[in-house]
T-cell receptor, first 115, second 114 residues
Framework: AQSVTQLDSHVSVSEGTPVLLRCNYSSSYSPSLFWYVQHPNKGLQLLLKYTSAATLVKGINGFEAEFKKSETSFHLTKPSAHMSDAAEYFCVVSPLGSGYNKLIFGAGTRLAVHP | KAGVTQTPRYLIKTRGQQVTLSCSPISGHRSVSWYQQTPGQGLQFLFEYFSETQRNKGNFPGRFSGRQFSNSRSEMNVSTLELGDSALYLC?????????????FGSGTQLSVL
């Protein structure tokens, strides 16, 4: 079965410093992977998605993620954190053959950004 | 363009009651899916509907059911509520519900079961 593991439940950074949110996936073949963000009292928003076209995926708000098959990782990065980036981030896999839109979410990483 | 609308925003029920949640997708979207979010279990897939047909279902008991209307609006129903059903229920819509399609989420309905 496909799954994702987010390695950190909480990450704290200072404004202007880099952000790294780690995600490992488990799959016997190249999965479709996503990062979603959830701000307090708001729905989830898609940051970026990997669908095997390119290993480095650029998303919204300056975020990007690199698919590394050898490491089964899909870490999310941003060069410089902004206060508005404080939110919960979810690494998500869409299992091939599972049917339509059945997403499997990681446990989430809560990002805190300090001034 | 209006986003995904979920009503009500908050609900308080007691054990044994039933509840109906509503979701209006983005205009033109025909796929609607539902997720349950709890602190303990995280986000879990409930079911997905397309053109009034349930195409996919998660591992939830039969007390959880849903339907979709011809205008793509969807409802989910939980019967015989249990304390553990307290959660944020999120609805998401997309054009076709295809494998890599972007989902648009609503803000959710926060259900508290007392």
């Amino acid at each position: 079965a496909q799954s994702v593991t987010q390695l950190d439940s909480h990450v704290s950074v200072s404004e202007g410093t880099p952000v790294l949110l780690r995600c490992n996936y488990s799959s016997s073949y190249s999965p479709s992977l996503f990062w979603y963000v959830q701000h307090p009292n708001k729905g989830l928003q898609l940051l970026l998605k990997y669908t095997s076209a390119a290993t480095l995926v650029k998303g919204i708000n300056g975020f990007e993620a690199e698919f590394k098959k050898s490491e089964t990782s899909f870490h999310l990065t941003k060069p410089s954190a902004h206060m508005s980036d404080a939110a919960e981030y979810f690494c998500v896999v869409s299992p091939l053959g599972s049917g339509y839109n059945k997403l499997i979410f990681g446990a989430g990483t809560r990002l805190a950004v300090h001034p | 363009k209006a986003g995904v609308t979920q009503t009500p925003r908050y609900l308080i029920k007691t054990r044994g009651q039933q509840v109906t949640l509503s979701c209006s997708p983005i205009s033109g979207h025909r796929s609607v899916s539902w997720y349950q979010q709890t602190p303990g279990q995280g986000l879990q897939f409930l079911f997905e509907y397309f053109s009034e047909t349930q195409r996919n279902k998660g591992n939830f008991p039969g007390r959880f059911s849903g339907r979709q209307f011809s205008n793509s609006r969807s409802e989910m129903n939980v019967s015989t509520l249990e304390l553990g059903d307290s959660a944020l229920y999120l609805c998401a819509s997309s054009w076709l519900g295809a494998l890599n399609e972007k989902l648009f989420f609503g803000s959710g309905t926060q259900l508290s079961v007392l």
